[in-house]
C-alpha cells in the first residue's frame, strides 16, 4: 500500500492519521516539501483555511504542493483543505489565495452563522449505506468546473467532489466515526 502524507501544519491532522493507521496505511506528517517525496497519495484536513494558506507560503509548500498534485498525486481534502484546493475563493481573506488543482468556487464558512455546525446522513456514490456528513463551519461548493464529479450532495448542493485522483468533501470524514470514505479512496488510489 501506498505512504500516505497528511498535511500537518494546523487543523485535524491527527484525526486522519488515526483514521488511516485503523485501515493498515502508512503515514507520515508533512510540514516541509522534503517531506512529499517518497508518498502516493496526499491528505490535506480541515483546520482554519486562511492560516494554513499563510503556513503554506512560509513553509515552502505551496509551490510544491501545486506542482505535486498538477503532476497527478492522489488527494483527499476535507473542509479547509477543500478550500486550499479550489479555484476560486469566496469570502476569503484578500492574501488567501488557494493552490487552484480543483476547479470550484468555494465560499467560506458558506451555512452562515446559524447552521455553523451540524450532522447530517448522506448518500456517497460508491458506498452502500448513508454515510455521517460532519459539517464543521463548512464551506459551501457553489460552482463545479467541467470534469468535476459529484459524488455527493447535501440540500442539492455538492458536498463530495472528485475529479481524478483529487477527492474534496465539505465535511470530516475523519471525525465521521465511519472508515469507509477513506477506505474508498485508498482503495482507488493504492
Ligand atoms: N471555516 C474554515 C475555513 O475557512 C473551515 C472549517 C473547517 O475546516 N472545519 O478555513
Known amino acids: 500500500m501506498v505512504k500516505v502524507g497528511v498535511l500537518a501544519l494546523q487543523g485535524a491532522f491527527r484525526e486522519h492519521r488515526e483514521v488511516l493507521a485503523a485501515l493498515s496505511a502508512d503515514t507520515v506528517e508533512v510540514r516541509t516539501p522534503e517531506a512529499l517525496s517518497g508518498i502516493g497519495a496526499l491528505v490535506l484536513p480541515g483546520g482554519e483555511s486562511t492560516t494554513m494558506t499563510r503556513l503554506l507560503r512560509t513553509s515552502g509548500l505551496h509551490g510544491a504542493l501545486s506542482e505535486v498534485l498538477r503532476d ?68 459551501v461548493i457553489e460552482r463545479t468546473g467541467p ?36 477506505e474508498l479512496f485508498l482503495k482507488e488510489v493504492a
Open 72 to 139: 497527478g498525486l492522489p488527494c483527499l481534502a476535507t473542509c479547509a483543505g477543500l478550500i486550499l484546493l479550489a479555484s476560486e475563493v469566496l469570502d476569503g481573506r484578500a492574501d488567501q489565495e488557494p493552490l487552484g488543482v480543483l476547479d470550484v468556487s468555494v465560499r467560506r464558512n458558506g451555512y452562515g452563522r446559524q447552521l455553523e455546525s451540524f450532522e447530517a446522513p448522506l448518500d456517497v456514490e460508491g458506498l452502500a449505506g448513508p454515510f455521517p456528513g460532519v459539517f464543521i463551519r463548512a464551506p
Open 147 to 182: 470534469g468535476v464529479a459529484v459524488l455527493a450532495r447535501h440540500d442539492g448542493r455538492p458536498v463530495l467532489v472528485r475529479r481524478g485522483p483529487v477527492w474534496a468533501s465539505t465535511f470530516h470524514p475523519e471525525l465521521a466515526g465511519d472508515l469507509r470514505l477513506h
